[in-house]
């Protein structure tokens, strides 16, 4: 029996279903109409008061039906797998695809090659919560014992396991086995009357083998290190002034100030403030802004997006001009153009929409050190926690948890709780340095566009000419 008859029999329908639910979702004059099902088992383990005291599991199953005719899109979607219950589906969604005027319908193609970017070399499905329980309590004793100011530990272990069946009026039959395990850590710090707390985690698309004998000792020092650096840390002054974003983390802040702008759909609307800057230079030929849903086991990567779309590495910005907008079906048909694999959806229950993978800036030719010399007064920031940011206008503002004071350009005092503000374009353009240290942060980072989906994020360390920083 083949991967794909397997899938078939999990959500039990046969390939000759999967075409009579086309045609009943084209019944109406539909152009284009694709099937998506889904069965997730995910697991969640949590540890507080320096036990193991809460678990669960939680299954979801079910199918959606998309419809597009014309500029008109119709969604329906079932918890049951019955032909009756789907079919009805189709027809609500065919309904309420109607209102658009209908296109020619594209010629059907052969089901693309999917190359495998990911898998759990030991699946969750025989380890019970008892073979999880020792790295939570490891990591618990590992951080109590590093430092005796610690006077709480909360970890969790969330994995999960995803099978998807996808089938389209094009032809396109595509199954995929989603793994993905997180491992997180907060640790809550008191001296001389001040209460402080730091965060870690690691998420990668993996089985059992990520809970590894280094995973607790790497977690636990990095949240000894994040917490402790904060009761020698003091708000700086405000003002404006250059800023060092450190390498990896600092990689949310291209997420959600450049890399949202970047989404064909805010563009198609006209809301992105790149809309009109395609094919244009947007900032330095030294900068190429990459999102990438190929690397291996990373949380963001997908072997084909939620349209059936082969997952690649695509050059938003390449050598500092606007080279590609990220394209799901529906944009790539406006613009003319080839979807880019990034047609992503929360489940089931939600249509795709033009969404981030792994989105990272490539390496420059720098050293950090040689940033860092080169600012007589600055900030360097690299624990950033949260942030807002207005799509249209590029405006945003992020919390930054923790970071340094560069004075005469080395770093001296610790800094902590301060905002950082600017503009996204503007931004982008004040980068006057990029070292050669790009990292992907592989924390438990997710995207909360109208859905949540898994992403990751990175970038190298860069000097920033000037940006806002809110302090005393």
């Not at 014992?145 to 006077?151: E, P």
């Not at 809301?271 to 900032?283: A, M, N, Q, V």
């Amino acid at each position: 029996m083949s991967n794909a008859e397997r899938t078939m029999e999990i959500f039990g329908v046969t390939e000759e279903e999967l075409k009579k639910l086309i045609s009943v979702a084209l019944s109406s004059g539909g152009d284009y109409a694709d099937l998506y099902f889904e069965h997730s088992i995910s697991n969640e383990l949590n540890l507080r008061d320096s036990e193991v005291n809460g678990a669960g599991t939680h299954i979801d199953y079910g199918m959606g039906i998309r419809v597009i005719k014309g500029e008109g899109t119709g969604y329906a979607y079932t918890e049951i797998t019955t032909m009756k219950e789907m079919e009805r589906a189709a027809k609500t969604a065919a309904a309420i695809a109607t209102s658009g005027v209908a296109k020619s319908p594209p010629a059907e193609i052969s089901t693309p090659l999917f190359k495998e970017r990911y898998k759990a070399e030991i699946p969750w499905d025989g380890i019970s919560f008892a073979d999880r329980i020792p790295t939570l309590v490891e990591l618990n004793n590992l951080i109590f014992q590093s430092d005796k100011r610690v006077k709480k530990v909360l970890g969790k272990i969330s994995d999960s396991n995803t099978k998807i069946l996808f089938f389209n009026s094009l032809g396109i039959l595509a199954v995929d086995e989603r793994p993905m395990v997180s491992v997180a850590v907060t640790c809550i710090m008191q001296h001389k009357g001040k209460t402080e707390n730091g965060s870690s985690s690691r998420s990668f698309r993996k089985g059992y083998e990520m809970l590894s004998k280094n995973l607790p000792q790497e977690l636990a020092r990095e949240v000894i290190s994040r917490t402790s650096i904060q009761f020698e840390a003091k708000r700086p002054k405000g003002g404006e002034m250059p800023v060092v974003m450190g390498a990896g983390s600092s990689g949310i802040l291209l997420h959600e100030a450049i890399g949202h702008a970047f989404e064909a759909d805010f563009n198609r609307m006209g809301t992105s403030i790149f809309s009109d800057k395609l094919g244009k230079r947007i900032c330095s030929e030294e900068i190429s802004v990459v999102d990438d849903g190929t690397i291996y086991a990373n949380r963001g990567s997908i072997t084909f997006d939620d349209e059936g779309v082969v997952s690649q590495k695509t050059y938003m910005v390449k050598e500092g001009i606007l080279n590609s907008y990220l394209h799901d079906r529906i944009s790539a048909d406006f613009y003319k153009t080839l979807p880019t694999g990034n047609g992503r959806r929360e489940s089931f229950r939600f249509m795709p929409l033009p969404r981030m993978r792994a989105t990272y800036m490539e390496s420059g030719k720098s050293k950090e050190e040689e940033l860092i010399a080169s600012v007589k007064n600055g900030l360097y920031v690299n624990n950033f926690s949260n942030g807002q940011v207005q799509i249209g206008a590029g405006d945003f503002t992020f919390f930054v948890k923790s970071g340094y004071l560069i004075e005469n350009g080395k770093l001296t005092s610790p800094v902590k709780d301060i905002n950082i503000i600017g503009n996204g374009p503007e931004a982008l353009r004040d980068i006057v340095g990029i070292a050669d240290n790009s990292i992907i942060d592989n924390g438990t980072w997710t995207c909360g566009k109208e859905q949540y989906c898994a992403v990751s994020c990175g970038m190298p360390s860069v000097l920033v000419s000037k940006l806002t920083v809110g302090g005393n």
